[in-house]
């Protein structure tokens, strides 16, 4: 299987000491990965080495010929009160880009249907401020998919959502990922989001683990990443972190 993106040995830096370093990583067709760790580990630098927004200062980064790729930013980023409805917000990233300052028919016909794939298709009208935060991150995953990308770049996509709407958003994830999209996205979500994806990268500046949540989500590569210890307990067969129990909460057992 031939990378849709090939990482050797790369590091990356704004003028100081590396924010990342040693980073070699395959990422494949069809891969459904969440690169995991706190703020400050280098997952933002880890995503701009990989969109092409930022030249690593060591290493070589390969990309397959043509390889379209789709990022959805995180909505913290997003300006709420910019004038603009969903079907203008995924019609501004059409893949063609803007010939004329109008949208031709079958321009229009291809936003309804990504954003019927997506189950928001009632919503092309609604301005983008109405929408619930489930629905926002839809709307530019719809923005993403219009340009028929092979890997969907996700940065913190699960930030902010209820357990519910998290809950959802992983399913939509597993489904375009079943159709043979490849996802790779940011959290440190451990136990709403990183658990239940199929495979992780666990980071702090460097790749601490690479692997299945059962082979990332362990106390020794918590701590090196996250600076603190952490218990994993098994529930329904999948990991479950929590804060290191205390000797008299094993004793005492709520």
Known sequence: MTPLISLSDIAATYGGPDVIREISWDINPGCFTGIVGPSGSGKTTLLSVLLGTMKPSKGSITRQKGLAIGFVPQMESIDWNFPVTVSQVVMMARSQGLRAPWASKQEKLEVAKVLGRLGIGELADRHLRTLSGGQQQRVFIARALIRQPEILI????????????RHDMLHLLESLQREGLAI???THDLNGMAAHLPELVCIQGRIVAKGSPEECIRPEVLEEVF?????????????VVVDELKDDDHEHPA
Do not use: N
Not at 227 to 239: D, I, Q, S, T
């Open 154 to 165: 996700m940065d913190e996509p699960t930030s902010g959502l209820d357990v519910a709407t």
């Open 184 to 186: 790779v996205l940011t």
């Open 227 to 239: 600076g603190a210890r952490m218990e994993v307990l098994k529930h329904l067969g999948v990991p």
